[in-house]
């Protein structure tokens, strides 16, 4: 790799981790001033300390979905700031007239294009199927006191079972309907 690759790497990583920061914080400040009274349902049950972990942990787990949503377009934005830097302190001019051509000075902005569009595969395809208990989880929903509604969950035997609810702490079905094959 030469000097004017890392160069613009380093250009373009800086981009990313910029437009990644920026993008990624507005999506969670937004979400988070939507939903602060459904966080603070259960202030006086628990205290502001599990209220502010909790907050933490489900922005943490959900990062991933937002991740999923902007990767692309932290992507394009990165690559246009990369460039823009470049034109506006004219080191774009200078790098065409030493008889570089634009497809070198494109080519690390796409080799690592690539590189984050993998990583958003691996997110995708197997960071997100793992934790999907956690990513259903609503704002207001604490830890180990969940009820969720269960729709056609099949058992060894191959029944489905279905309840309106489902207390994840005692591990019970209310109502349940068990349809047997």
């Known amino acids: 790799m030469k000097i004017l ?8 990583l800086t981009g990313y981790a910029i437009a990644f920061c920026v993008l990624m914080g507005l999506r969670i400040l937004i979400d988070l001033f939507v939903n602060l009274d459904e966080f603070a349902e259960h202030r006086d ?15 943490a787990f ?16 990165a690559a246009a700031f990369s460039l823009a830097r470049m034109i506006h302190a004219n ?3 200078a790098i065409m007239s030493s008889g570089v051509s634009l497809k070198r000075v494109v080519g690390p902005i796409l080799a690592l ?12 395809e197997l960071i997100i199927p793992r ?11 604490i830890p180990g006191e969940e009820q969720y509604e269960v729709m056609f969950l099949s058992d060894r035997n191959h029944s489905l079972i279905c309840a309106p609810v489902y207390d994840v702490n005692t591990c019970t079905f209310h109502h349940p309907t068990i349809i047997t094959r």
Request: proline share 0%.
């Open 113 to 124: 294009a690539l590189v984050f569009a993998g990583i958003l595969v691996i997110n995708q």
């Open 91 to 93: 080191e774009l001019v």
């Open 62 to 77: 959900n990062m991933t979905l937002y991740f999923r949503d902007f990767a692309g377009m932290i992507t394009v934005v």
């Open 45 to 59: 049950g628990l205290g502001t300390l599990a209220v502010l972990q909790h907050i933490l942990r489900y922005y």
């Open 131 to 141: 934790i999907s208990h956690e990513l259903v989880r609503k704002q207001d929903d």
């Open 5 to 12: 690759d890392r160069y613009i790497a380093r250009n373009f």
